[in-house]
């Protein structure tokens, strides 16, 4: 808990109550080079940012493709934001923090 | 250039073709679509796509089989279901059968944030499991240009639908991939490079306020498919193409002759009626009695047992019922028992392809022995008159395929033009029959005569055409001096011909008496100047003695001088002086 002041780099958004559970999920392919990646990237950032408020569950559609048209997956990999609410969806590996960031709304798209 | 059947069939033995289920798609196609194989189907809005998308799912699963997966990107399933069921097609049955799996792939920019590199494996993975599920042999991507929409990364997802393209038909999974129409290309995202083995266009046009739906194959790789633009309808059966451009002149033709309805046309006819198949054009001027001619055919054909569609169009059906009533005809008991069934609608309604069309869907429906079109002329409303000649030749051309006998009635104008104006018609059909107005002393009167009845020796005559109420009726004309008459001129001028006669009889007396007359006068004027010249002859021999008497005296006083101065050749002198008074 102490550590999410300390993730606070710039201008962090409070609005993450204490007792707020991040509920995510990456929607992968097999052990593809793009979903270690992502997985990789995303579990960097959890910590750095979430640390310890947060759930990832990854789902492997090649073992459960039934599950892809529930969180309408179409690219691959795929990050959903169960929780908090509403709902986002993030594509691609990751790779690049910022983004992710803005993508999750973890910051506003203040940039540019 | 037109394919025959033959080639296409030959084709079709090479390339494996999954029959779409679309009515006349399989046969311009010579099959279907290529099986195992994606095809392109592109159009503008509003085009059909998607119900042309949904058919052949739906036909497929149905009538061949073949269970399908229907991937939208546009409207959700249960959208899908509403839209479709107004088309007789229940999705949720065949959903609940096992033959029919839809997915709705939402793609919403604003949702979607892209960091990185990614790929659309979920995409493949659902239609996978979609096709997995229910063993699908037919897939439908409708419309996966909505991914552009989607997704910002155009690199990506190009290089992603080639791959999927390529994983379909490594599936062996026939698949209708449907496009909007682009600025100058087919699709508005160049799918049709990626698809590159069948793309069919659609196309929704509007000429002169009417819209024609038209479909045209633009490709079709490694088999033979007619070239040309082919309308289609969309009603509640679904789409129908009409493959109606095939004017290949090979149908059948027979020797059987059915009855006009008409027995003194029939015997006209070199005794039989038309030949069965034929098409029969009645002409004539407004009133002249060409509906009341074809409801008698009409009549004659349902009262055989045999079924007759009649298209109306410039008279609802239940005026050309009542006023057939009144020459005594009843179509109604046909009617009831579906023998006559009729289809009105206005001609302007819309355009000349869609009017085939929708005879040709009739007749598929209804197989009438007859068809009756009345008028024919009003077609040159939707059209130009070479669309109009073009679209009769091709009707033609498909009812005497199906040996269907055609009753074709045309409002002419008039006038001399009459038989010009309907040249390019005429030349098409087997029969014409010519009604005509015959306007004397203030009376009309309608005749009717054969122009032409290929393969019979028909009559020549002119008849006239009474419309009673006992039907119509073929009287021979009167002819006389003056032509062809008919009505109560027919009676005044007989008539007249006696009053003709009595008055030349005494024009004849009386040049007589003239002749006489002036003989009379020519002997008296002979008789006076015979008198007038007797009267100057004698005047003549008066002065002829005086002038001799005078001569004498000279001569005589002549001899009294030569006496005195004692002449002597004076006998000889006197003798010539003589003779020149003689002369």
Redesign the interface.
Request: aromatic share 4%; proline share 3%.
């Given at each position: 808990m102490n550590k999410t002041t300390d993730v606070v780099d710039r201008d962090e958004p409070v609005e993450i109550g204490s007792g707020e559970i991040w509920s995510l999920r990456l929607?992968v392919?097999g052990s593809?080079p793009?979903s270690v990646?992502?997985f990789a990237?995303l579990k960097r950032i959890c910590e750095r940012h979430l640390a310890g408020k947060y759930t990832i569950e990854v789902i492997d559609?090649?073992e459960q493709?039934?599950l892809?048209?529930g969180d309408?997956?179409?690219?691959?990999?795929?990050l959903v934001r169960k929780l908090p609410e509403p709902?986002?969806?993030?594509?691609?590996?990751?790779?690049?923090t910022e983004?992710?960031l803005?993508?999750l709304n973890l910051r506003p798209a203040t940039d540019a | 250039m037109t394919t025959t059947a033959g080639d296409v069939n030959a084709r079709a033995r090479e390339l494996a073709k999954a029959p779409s289920g679309i009515e006349g798609l399989d046969e311009i196609t010579g099959g279907g679509l290529p099986a195992g194989r994606p095809t392109l189907v592109c159009g503008g809005a509003g085009c059909g796509k998607t119900l042309f998308a949904m058919e052949f799912l739906v036909r497929g699963a149905i009538q061949h089989g073949e269970p399908g997966v229907f991937v939208t990107f546009e409207e959700t399933g249960r959208e899908l279901t509403d839209n479709t069921r107004s088309l007789g097609f229940d999705l949720d049955e065949l959903i609940r059968d096992k033959k029919l799996v839809l997915?709705f792939?939402?793609?919403e920019r604003s949702?979607?944030?892209?960091?990185?590199?990614?790929?659309?494996?979920?995409?493949f993975?659902?239609i996978?499991?979609a096709i997995d599920s229910i063993g699908a042999r037919r897939v439908v991507l409708d419309t996966i240009e909505a991914?552009f929409g989607?997704?910002s990364n155009a690199g990506i997802l190009r290089a992603e639908l080639r791959r999927l393209f390529r994983w379909l038909k490594d599936k062996g999974v026939t698949t209708v991939i449907t496009g909007e129409r682009g600025e100058g290309t087919l699709t508005r995202h160049g799918l049709e490079e990626y698809v590159s083995d069948c793309v069919i266009l659609l196309d929704n046009r509007v000429i002169e306020q009417v819209s024609t739906r038209r479909l045209r194959i633009v490709k079709y790789r490694g088999s033979a498919h007619g070239t040309n633009e082919y309308p289609f309808l969309i009603d509640r059966n679904g789409i129908s193409v009409l493959p109606i451009t095939s004017l290949s002149l090979q149908h059948e033709v027979s020797d059987e002759r059915i009855p006009t309805g008409i027995a003194r046309l029939d015997a006209m006819l070199s005794g039989g009626g038309y030949y069965r198949g034929s098409t029969v054009l009645v002409s004539g001027t407004a009133g002249s009695g060409k509906s009341s001619l074809a409801a008698h055919f009409a009549n004659a054909c349902c009262a055989r047992g045999e079924r007759c569609l009649y298209v109306a169009l410039e008279e609802s059906p239940a005026q050309i019922v009542r006023n057939m009533r009144s020459i005594g005809i009843d179509l109604t008991p046909w009617v009831a028992k579906d023998l006559l069934r009729f289809h009105a609608t206005r001609s302007g309604m819309y355009g000349l392809e869609m009017h085939l069309a929708v005879i040709h869907k009739l007749v598929a429906e209804f197989a009438p022995r007859a068809v009756v079109i009345d008028p024919i002329s009003n077609l040159n409303q939707s059209g130009t008159h070479i669309d109009a000649t073009a679209m009769l030749t091709r009707l033609i051309d498909f009812l005497k395929l199906e040996q269907i006998t055609a009753v074709m009635t045309s409002l002419t104008s008039g006038g001399g033009a009459l038989e010009q104006s309907e040249a390019n018609i005429s030349s098409l059909v087997d029969a014409w029959l010519l009604l005509r107005d015959i306007e004397i002393y203030g009376e009309r009167n309608r005749a009717m005569y054969i122009i032409k009845s290929r393969g019979m020796a028909h009559s020549n005559q002119l008849r006239e055409f009474l419309l009673t109420d006992r039907g119509i009726d073929l009287q021979d004309v009167y002819r006389g001096e003056e032509g062809v008459l008919t009505g109560s001129a027919r009676q005044s001028q007989e008539a007249r011909e006696r009053a003709g006669a009595l008055r030349r009889q005494q024009e004849v007396e009386a040049k007589e008496r003239e002749l006489d007359r002036k003989r009379a006068a020519l002997e008296t004027r002979i008789l006076a100047l015979r008198k007038e010249f007797e009267a100057e002859e004698e005047e003549a021999r008066r002065v002829i003695r005086q002038d001799e008497a005078s001569v004498e005296v000279i001569r005589e006083n002549r001899l009294r001088m030569a006496v005195s101065r004692k002449a002597d050749r004076a006998p000889e002198a006197r003798s010539r002086k003589t003779e020149e008074t003689r002369a």
């Open positions: 929607y392919a593809t793009k990646a992502a990237n559609l090649l493709p039934q892809a048209a309408q997956i179409l690219a691959i990999p795929t709902l986002r969806r993030i594509v691609g590996d990751l790779r690049d983004r992710t803005v993508g | 997915d792939v939402r793609v949702e979607i944030e892209e960091v990185g590199d990614y790929d659309l494996d979920g995409l993975i659902r996978g499991h991914l989607g997704l």
